[in-house]
């Protein structure tokens, strides 16, 4: 089910009114939330929720052995069963036909000759997030970082939990299913704060980025011609702008959801255009993914602690491991190994060209590095390399004759969205909506809440799916 | 921090600028109306009756011309039976047949309307309807459910308006609506800026609106965005390699769908000098129209060869109004009955 969808509306008003109804205690209410998660789930492709439950069972087994247990060896066995089941279902569901295309790739190469059917299974939507998330539970209860779940209804709940279940933010146990313990209930400034950040995202999303943004990207990266300069980057441009809007647009929604049941979710974006060199870009972009590889696998890995060589390589690894995860194409493997190479090169600079950043230099870098990123989005969104090869030769002018698609309207309107959207990110970087929506008159408040829901209306959305969906 | 007040004000002028915005475009009645508009999930209802669809049944498959010319409604008070209409405004049928031929059962009677433009592209020009065959193989229960919800919204207001037409009241086409200097010319298909002329009911009818028939200024809204289109279509001779295999292609379906005792039957509807000189310029019909039925040998009706088919005026240049659709619904009906490639029934 998506956000933006008549559907979800009046599912969202049925699970609201049985939540603030007198009809359930507590343990009701969550089963109420469970049952609702799973139908929100099951309304998309209702055999896939048993993904869900045997994701559930095998890590709340796992997660009570690894409290119980004493033996090592014994813990880490349980340990591997779950992240085996866990990465296993990624393995088939997700990257089945990747690792079958590149296993009859080379063993074509070495000369034998062999083929194979694409498997062509369904990718179940949000599997990477919902995996992340149950594996960080195991992880964590192996290195006693956290007690067990309570119950298995708080543990299958922080699993399946609606608002964030699909596309993140991926949460830990420990913010979560923490909250599950006590009755929770927002209070009035909570539920329509909520409300207002449910508004903002499915402006993000319906209007920014499906409507303004999206079909100049889609004509740019569908486009099998090569293109004029100013039409790549114009694309590329959009396609940055539409990916932000599109996934900061959900996690929004989300978060702004749960606080209208009283669960309060992490930050996932914090105007990452405005970073100042790629490590605060992670620190600002996607922040639970971002967080959770640093966490589970670049500090696993060796992080900063065994010298600068090894620490190059655990932050490449994970940035490559990064790109695909988002999606099971080398062209991801070199979005995720470009931005490995920014931060590898942003710590020489640190370490032997450092200087001050100061207000008059530091919305210059902030557009180098949007700039940079814009040159990682080619691959992400390129399906293949010969797309993503001619439109960085187009974008870098190394072939001239490049065909116009786009029409000057197109050009000034993504340039102009995507101006406002740097110069709001550089204004709003060391602040928060809250923050400057407490400075603000109710009246203009108002008034803007209100510009926004009516641009939603009459952007009548067709129910787009959002692009994380498919991660 | 108090969020009520801000809450009740958004709400306020959300309620009043709404109301405003539907109480404006309801003053235009000669282009804009509250239907439930003729989208994927529509044309998905009538696709799923065709698995349940006996030999009996009919299918109406084509292009606009099917779904302004021949009407469900009247088809049935003459021959008894409601056919199902698969007509997809502004796409070739070609998909929708390969669909039903290969992914059913269905060995009841085709009516396939065909116009040249979109009939006779290759292959590669199935890929829009692809799309809608998709979204019905692939559609989810939120997607019913959401469709579901949409319905009293798109029946009872104008301000949703989104037909596809250059004209539509949501907000990317409005907004695509301002016009600077072209960068890129839009002379070609895909900058086509066709205002909506016609509107459907719930069983997938297309109604020309009654603006169409009483003035000219407004047929030549339509007939001059014909002539800056259409102007471009290729000549018959840069294209005519590509013809061959795409006979083939239908020729093939055709066979096979008959085999299970299927039954097909083309209709060439009207179309005025304005518009023809174009289809003949691609697709002149002694070369490509006389060759696709004499090689599929079905029966074919073409409007040149009836005169039931070829008296009307067509507002447009190329569909009829809603008034005319009735009467020629009616005798094309009539004379399918008597030529035995239908029966009447008593249903």
Redesign the interface.
Do not use: C
């Given at each position: 089910?998506?956000f933006n969808?008549?559907?979800?509306?009046?599912f969202f008003c049925i699970v609201l009114v049985l939540y603030y109804s007198k009809l359930f205690n507590w343990t009701n209410k969550k089963r109420m939330l469970l049952i609702a998660s799973y139908v929100f789930y099951?309304?998309?492709?209702?055999p896939l929720v048993i993904l869900l439950w045997i994701s559930t069972m095998v890590d709340w087994t796992a997660g009570k052995r690894l409290a119980a247990e004493e033996n090592q060896r014994k813990r880490k066995m349980w340990l591997l069963l779950s992240m085996c089941v866990n990465l296993g279902f990624l393995a088939l569901f997700k990257y089945g036909d990747f690792l079958l295309e590149n296993f009859v790739t080379i063993v074509n190469a070495i000369g034998i000759d062999f083929q194979a059917r694409p498997m062509d299974i369904i990718l179940p939507m949000g599997i990477s997030f919902y995996t992340f998330q149950t594996m960080s539970y195991t992880i964590d209860m192996y290195k006693r970082k956290i007690e067990p779940a309570r119950t298995f209804l708080d543990f299958a709940l922080y699993v399946t939990f609606f608002p964030q279940l699909v596309a993140g933010p991926i949460v830990r146990a420990k913010d979560l299913i923490t909250q599950f313990y006590e009755p929770k209930k927002a209070t009035?400034?909570q539920f329509?704060?909520g409300?207002?950040l449910l508004t903002i995202g499915l402006f993000l999303k319906v209007?920014m980025a499906?409507?303004?943004l999206s079909?100049t990207a889609d004509n740019v990266f569908s486009s099998d011609k090569l293109l004029h300069g100013i039409d790549a980057w114009v694309g590329t441009l959009a396609f940055s702008g539409q990916i932000f809007f599109d996934f900061a647009g959900y996690s929004t929604c989300a978060i702004g959801i749960a606080l209208m049941l009283g669960i309060i979710l992490p930050d996932n974006f914090r105007y990452p255009y405005a970073s100042l060199g790629f490590s605060d870009l992670w620190d600002r972009w996607h922040i639970s993914l971002s967080s959770w590889l640093r966490d589970y696998l670049y500090i696993p890995l060796g992080g900063n602690r065994h010298g600068i060589t090894r620490m190059y390589v655990a932050l490449m690894i994970t940035m490559l491991l990064g790109g695909l995860w988002h999606g099971a194409a080398w062209t991801f493997m070199v979005w995720g190994g470009l931005h490995g190479t920014y931060l590898i090169l942003e710590k020489l600079q640190k370490q032997y060209l450092p200087f001050k950043i100061t207000k008059w230099n530091g919305i210059f870098l902030a557009f180098i590095t949007f700039s940079c990123v814009n040159i990682t989005w080619v691959f992400f969104r390129a399906r293949k390399f010969e797309t993503a090869w001619n439109m960085i030769k187009s974008m870098f002018y190394m072939q001239t004759d490049g065909e116009?698609?786009?029409?000057?309207?197109d050009?000034?309107?993504v340039c102009v969205v995507i101006g406002i959207l740097f110069l709001c990110h550089w204004i709003m970087r060391n602040t928060s909506m809250?923050e400057v929506?407490?400075k603000t008159s109710?009246?203009v408040?108002?008034?803007i809440?209100?510009v926004l829901?009516?641009?939603i209306?009459?952007?009548?959305g067709?129910?787009e799916q959002f692009i994380y969906f498919q991660f | 921090?108090?969020?009520?007040?801000?809450?009740?004000?958004?709400?306020?002028?959300?309620i009043i600028?709404?109301t405003a915005?539907e109480l404006y475009w309801r003053t235009k009645p000669d282009y804009y109306k509250a239907y439930l508009e003729d989208s994927k999930y529509l044309w998905s209802e009538q696709r799923a009756m065709v698995d349940t669809a006996t030999s009996d049944d009919i299918i109406l498959l084509g292009a606009s011309r099917s779904g302004y010319n021949l009407n469900t409604h009247i088809w049935k008070e003459t021959q008894g039976l409601i056919p199902i209409n698969l007509s997809v405004n502004g796409q070739n049928p070609g998909s929708f047949f390969d669909d039903i031929v290969n992914n059913t059962s269905f060995n009841g009677t085709i009516i396939i309307s065909v116009t040249p433009v979109a009939w006779f592209w290759p292959k590669s020009s199935w890929h829009k309807g692809k799309q809608w065959i998709n979204h019905y193989y692939n559609q989810?229960?939120?997607?019913k459910?959401?469709h579901f919800?949409?319905k009293p919204?798109q029946r009872n207001l104008v301000?949703?308006t989104?037909t596809a037409s250059y004209n539509d009241?949501?907000?990317?086409s409005?907004?695509?609506q301002?016009?600077?200097?072209?960068?890129?010319s839009?002379n070609i298909a895909g900058g086509i800026k066709l205002i909506s002329f016609g509107y459907n009911d719930e069983q997938r009818n297309l109604y020309m609106y009654p603006r169409m028939t009483s003035a000219l200024h407004f047929q030549k809204e339509i007939t001059n965005e014909w002539d800056r289109i259409l102007i471009n279509v290729p000549d018959y001779e840069d294209i005519k390699d590509s013809i061959p295999s795409t006979i083939n292609t239908y020729k093939n379906l055709i066979d096979k769908f008959k085999s299970r005792g299927g039954n097909i039957v083309f209709i060439r509807h009207k179309s005025e000098k304005g518009w023809d000189k174009y289809a003949q310029k691609v697709f002149p019909d002694d070369k490509v129209w006389n060759k696709f039925i004499e090689t599929v040998k079905c029966p074919s009706y073409h409007y040149e060869d009836y005169k039931f088919m070829s008296k009307y005026k067509l507002p447009d240049w190329s569909h009829m109004n809603a008034d005319d659709a009735k009467t020629y619904t009616n005798d094309m009906v009539n004379q399918l009955i008597k030529d035995k490639h239908i029966k009447k029934t008593t249903n």
């Open positions: 089910m998506l969808s008549l559907s979800f509306v009046l099951g309304m998309w492709n209702p009035m400034n329509v704060w409300l207002f209007v499906d409507t303004l079909g116009k698609i786009l029409q000057s309207f050009i000034i309107k809250k929506s407490l109710p009246w408040l108002g008034i809440w209100a829901f009516f641009l209306v009459i952007a009548q067709s129910g | 921090m108090h969020l009520k007040k801000p809450l009740i004000i958004a709400l306020i002028i959300s600028s709404l915005w989810t229960y939120a997607h459910l959401g919800l949409s919204l301000m949703l989104k009241l949501d907000l990317k409005l907004i695509n301002i016009e600077l200097e072209e960068r890129v839009t």
